[in-house]
């Protein structure tokens, strides 16, 4: 029997859909699957053994996949390129978005989700509005969606011989014991929103706060749009700080996240990575939503008092927890 999961991006939402993995694996007894995505999220799957093939989409992919025949497709984004995809691949079952009639729908057995999203048949207002009502993890719906008997299963990210070395030699030359506690700080989040960002000023007071701990080391994450912001950081911090750096790759920057005993983050691609390796997290949230991520009871979520909860909007101002 095989499957194939159209899952493009984010890369943070592709390692939180690994989750799906083991529940087909369970139902599906001996399925082979085989997933669709970009060539940005191409390295958080390859060494994942539920995985029979990786397939980055382009217009020989989508050649290859019409000619194949699927039982099931499954199929979760909401873009053109995604739903088109879907709708030409050969397969008996469909869950998820496709094309009918050039427009985009989805399936009714996902609507759970898609109710919820862009593609919703009851306009943006009601989709926001069911958005922050709803209270189960993103985990637990496509579970749900997919008819798969939920048990917490975890998303699956593995690294490498040669990706935890990159990470050890870290270690080594930034004097990283394993008798240390390893603090990672990502309070970055990209330029899509604005505001799932601590602020420059508070994310130093953090740094000099939490550098009081016994044998503590902290580690400052962040990627290429982070540079200035971490510049500014490290002026401001009064006391010691490692630098990961903000241009690491993917999986360098999933190998130092590795080190990490905790892992203080905003809701961003760092947040899961450092759940799909099992660390202890603390998660700050202002516009996006909190019920969605499942922490697998390793972690906080901090969020607002007051103010945009699940609003989604690119601009709020993010006030104190």
Same mark, same amino acid.
Not at 241 to 264: H, K, P, Q, R, T
């Given at each position: 029997?095989? +499957?194939? +999961? ?38 958080? /799957? ?5 995985? &029979? ?18 039982? /099931? ?13 879907? !709708? ?8 998820? !978005?496709?094309?009918? &009639?050039?427009? =985009? ?19 943006? %207002? ?12 993103? %985990? ?12 917490? %299963?975890?998303?699956? @990210?593995? @690294? ?11 270690? %080594? =030359? ?13 309070? #970055? !989040? ?8 601590? #602020? ?10 939490? &550098? ?7 580690? @400052?994450? #962040?990627?290429?749009?982070? =540079? ?18 903000? *241009?690491? $790759? ?10 990490? *005993? ?5 809701? $961003? /691609?760092? /947040? ?36 945009? +909860? ?12």
């Amino acid at each position: 029997m095989d +499957i194939v +999961i159209i899952k493009l991006g984010a890369i943070g939402d592709v390692i939180r859909t690994t989750a799906i993995l083991a529940g087909l694996k369970a139902k599906y007894k001996n399925c082979r699957i085989d997933w669709v995505t970009k060539k940005e999220s191409f390295d958080v /799957l390859k060494n994942n053994n539920f995985i &029979n093939n990786i397939h980055i989409i382009d217009n020989k992919t989508i050649k290859k996949l019409k000619n194949k025949a699927y039982y /099931l497709t499954i199929s979760l984004d909401d873009g053109h390129e995604a739903c088109e995809l879907a !709708a030409k691949v050969d397969s008996k079952k469909i869950i998820g !978005a496709y094309l009918k &009639n050039n427009k =985009k729908t989805y399936t009714n057995n996902s609507s759970l989700w898609f109710d919820m999203g862009l593609l919703s048949r009851f306009g943006k %207002q009601k989709a926001d509005w069911l958005k922050a009502k709803n209270k189960k993890t993103y %985990q637990e719906i496509m579970y749900k969606i997919l008819g798969l008997k939920y048990k917490k %299963q975890e998303p699956v @990210l593995i @690294l490498n011989k040669n990706e935890l070395d990159f990470g050890k030699e870290f270690a %080594q =030359k930034h004097d990283i014991k394993n008798s240390d506690l390893v603090i990672g700080i990502n309070t #970055g !989040a990209g330029g899509r929103w604005e505001d799932k960002k601590l #602020g420059i000023e508070e994310t130093a007071e953090l740094i000099d706060k939490l &550098n009081k701990i016994r044998n503590v080391k902290i580690l @400052l994450f #962040g990627g290429h749009e982070e =540079k200035e912001r971490n510049k500014k950081i490290k002026e401001l911090v009064k006391t010691k700080i490692i630098d990961a750096g903000c *241009n690491n $790759s993917l999986m360098e920057f999933a190998s130092l996240v590795n080190l990490c *005993n905790v892992l203080v983050t905003s809701d $961003s /691609l760092a /947040l899961h990575i450092g759940t799909a390796l099992k660390k202890k997290v603390v998660a700050f949230f202002c516009p996006t939503s909190p019920n969605e991520i499942e922490l697998y009871s390793r972690g906080i979520k901090l969020i607002p008092k007051k103010g945009c +909860i699940c609003c989604y909007k690119p601009k709020m101002r993010w006030l104190r927890v």
